[in-house]
């Protein structure tokens, strides 16, 4: 059984940064490839970012240059950092992991941390 755990969600102003960071439960973590996923209201939910077991990294064209994904196999951990943040980017965000990459599909996702940026 995987847990992923997402924590760092928050209100911030546009221009603003945040940090989303994702706890995973498991032995193999190294294993998968993590995501960042978004869903807005009324609109479908995209990915955001990945990275792959062996550290490549996608990026949606909208958060190219502003968002960075990492990971830390040793401590089972994956974090966002969003960067010159824009009212668009309001969602709720879910850490994913999956058995594919680039083209990932959920396979374990946490809860989700909801993510706001005011104008």
């Known amino acids: 059984q995987v847990q992923l755990v997402e924590s760092g969600g928050g209100l911030v102003q546009a221009g603003g940064s945040l940090r989303l960071s994702c706890a995973v439960s498991?032995?193999?973590?190294?294993?998968?490839?993590m995501g960042w996923f978004r869903q807005a209201p009324g609109k479908e939910r995209e990915l955001v970012a990945g990275?792959?077991?062996?550290?490549?990294?996608f990026y949606a064209d909208s958060v190219k240059g502003r968002f960075t994904i990492s990971r830390d196999n040793a401590k089972n951990t994956m974090t966002l950092q969003m960067n010159s943040l824009k009212p668009e980017d309001t969602a709720v965000y879910l850490c994913?992991?999956?058995?594919?990459?680039?083209?990932?599909?959920?396979?374990?996702r946490g809860q989700g941390t909801q993510v706001t940026v005011s104008s």
């Open positions: 498991g032995r193999t973590f190294s294993s998968y490839a």
């Open positions: 990275i792959s077991s062996g550290g490549s990294t």
């Open positions: 994913a992991a999956s058995y594919s990459f680039p083209a990932m599909r959920i396979h374990y």
